[in-house]
């Protein structure tokens, strides 16, 4: 069997080549996949996630969603089937299409019988039965449902072929290299087709992506919805939704040719993390290794962010000469900042403005700088403008 990296290091089609072969192999003798093993050497104050040096998944990232820093990986690159995780896309894409006014969440949408046809996991939707387009988005996301991420894709791409078309143009604009989406399910292939493929590093792109759209969001981080007028209750199959501190969603995944999977999202005191882990042997191993990978990031960084773009900052300054005798400047633009929990000790954030300026002003003239330092070094600088014009009052208007 081909190592991680090899699988990784082919061409597309080889490596489609390479799993076809996998998969008979481990059809033949009763096994689902086989664990990666490995170690980690990343240069952070704390040592990386890992369990003696074995890693019990195929790939794994950790990201933080803000910057887009990764914190860590293994194997972040590795093309693996993400079973319904793939969904994410599936959400994302519907969403852009209500962002541009195509679709709307409060149309009506009318299961086809090809949905109504989906296996796995399901809401058990009829040929003909109309739902709420929201309704049918929440039943993708809390309760993974096959048939309705069909009826989606029917009624905002035309077709599931061409809605899979706009899955794989958007991969392609967030730069998702490693993906090629096949269905809007995530279900095992039917003969004669190729499984979708996706990366820990695009599945992160992807949720990180949804941060646009708020609705995602409460969804995505519900526990237990009711479905068709409460006869059919929706529940999630993210399991950290109901224990992990901070978890704000996102989606689970799983058929035999992937193993278990899980991107998961988080946030705490403005820090917010997204860990994907693909490939893993259980879902509770799934699960476990990305709050292993969470509680990793909240423990080693934070984010540091001591001013926001327009904020009102320092000392009154004073005028000379002018038709208002103070104003105060603002921030020109946001500081922000992840760092290690090392690092963000011991820094100090100074407003340098002077005590007075002459008139006159121009709105935007920079008059000053909020500085962020440690020790002597300088970490980062941020001007401080001024709020709006203040004109002179002219050769004899003080004496009036």
């Given at each position: 069997?081909?190592?991680p990296?090899?699988?990784?290091?082919?061409?597309?089609g080889?490596?489609?080549?390479?799993r076809?072969v996998?998969?008979?192999?481990?059809?033949?003798?009763?096994i689902i996949?086989?664990?990666?093993?490995g170690?980690i050497?990343?240069?952070?104050?704390?040592p990386?996630?890992?369990v003696?040096g074995i890693?019990p998944y195929?790939?794994?990232?950790?990201?933080?969603?803000?910057s887009?820093?990764v914190?860590?990986a293994?194997?972040?690159?590795?093309?693996?089937?993400p079973a319904?995780?793939?969904k994410?896309?599936?959400v994302?894409v519907?969403?852009?299409?209500v962002a541009?006014?195509e679709?709307s969440?409060?149309?009506?949408?009318?299961?086809?019988?090809?949905?109504e046809?989906?296996?796995?996991?399901q809401?058990?939707?009829?040929?003909?039965?109309r739902f709420?387009?929201?309704?049918?988005?929440?039943a993708i996301?809390v309760?993974?449902?096959?048939?309705?991420?069909?009826?989606v894709?029917?009624?905002?791409?035309?077709?599931?072929?061409?809605?899979v078309a706009?899955?794989n143009?958007?991969a392609?604009?967030?730069?998702?290299?490693?993906?090629?989406?096949?269905s809007v399910h995530?279900?095992?292939?039917s003969k004669?087709?190729?499984v979708d493929l996706?990366?820990p590093?695009?599945?992160?792109?992807?949720a990180t992506?949804l941060?646009a759209?708020?609705?995602?969001w409460?969804w995505?981080?519900?526990k237990?919805a009711?479905?068709r007028?409460?006869?059919?209750?929706l529940?999630?199959?993210?399991?950290?939704?109901h224990w992990?501190?901070g978890?704000?969603?996102?989606k689970t995944?799983?058929i035999?040719?992937s193993g278990?999977?899980?991107?998961?999202t988080?946030?705490?005191d403005g820090?917010?993390?997204v860990?994907?882990?693909?490939?893993?042997?259980g879902?509770?191993?799934?699960?476990?290794?990305?709050?292993?990978l969470?509680d990793?990031?909240f423990?080693?960084?934070r984010?540091?962010e001591?001013?926001?773009a327009?904020a009102?900052?320092?000392?009154e300054i004073?005028?000379s000469?002018?038709?208002?005798?103070?104003f105060?400047?603002?921030?020109a633009?946001?500081?922000r900042m992840?760092?290690?929990s090392?690092e963000?000790?011991?820094?100090t954030?100074?407003?340098?403005?002077?005590?007075?300026?002459?008139a006159?002003?121009?709105?935007g003239?920079?008059v000053?700088a909020?500085?962020?330092?440690?020790g002597t070094?300088e970490?980062?600088r941020?001007?401080?403008?001024?709020?709006?014009?203040i004109?002179s009052?002219g050769?004899?208007?003080?004496?009036?």
């Open positions: 069997m081909p190592s990296g090899e699988v990784s290091s082919v061409g597309r080889a490596a489609l080549a390479v076809g996998f998969m008979d192999r481990l059809a033949s003798f009763g996949f086989a664990l990666c093993f170690t050497a990343l240069a952070e104050p704390k990386t996630p890992e003696g890693h195929r790939g794994a990232i950790l990201v933080e969603m803000g887009g820093k914190l860590f293994k194997n972040e690159d590795l093309a693996w089937p319904s995780m793939v994410i896309m599936t994302l519907a969403m852009d299409a541009a006014g679709v969440l409060d149309d009506t949408v009318v299961a086809s019988k090809w949905a046809s989906m296996g796995g996991t809401v058990w939707l009829a040929a003909g039965e709420a387009m929201r309704d049918l988005m929440q996301l309760g993974s449902a096959n048939d309705a991420s069909v009826a894709a029917e009624h905002v791409g035309g077709s599931v072929d061409g809605f706009r899955m143009a958007k392609r604009a967030l730069g998702m290299n490693e993906t090629e989406i096949q995530g279900l095992p292939p004669g087709k190729v996706m990366s590093r695009d599945l992160a792109k992807a992506a941060r759209y708020p609705e995602v409460q995505a981080s519900t237990e009711p479905f007028d409460g006869k059919f209750t529940r999630t199959t993210n399991w950290l939704v992990y501190p978890i704000t969603g996102l995944g799983f035999n040719l278990f999977g899980v991107t998961a988080a946030e705490r820090l917010s993390l860990a994907v882990v693909m490939g893993a042997a879902k509770r191993s799934s699960l476990g290794e990305a709050s292993r969470l990793y990031g423990e080693t960084y984010i540091v001591p001013v926001k327009g009102d900052v320092g000392a004073s005028v000469g002018g038709t208002e005798s103070f105060r400047g603002r921030a633009e946001g500081m992840l760092l290690s090392e963000a000790r011991d820094l954030v100074e407003v340098r403005v002077p005590g007075q300026v002459p006159p002003i121009t709105q003239q920079v000053g909020v500085v962020l330092t440690r070094d970490i980062a941020v001007d401080v403008l001024a709020p709006r014009n004109e009052v050769l004899f208007g003080g004496l009036w």
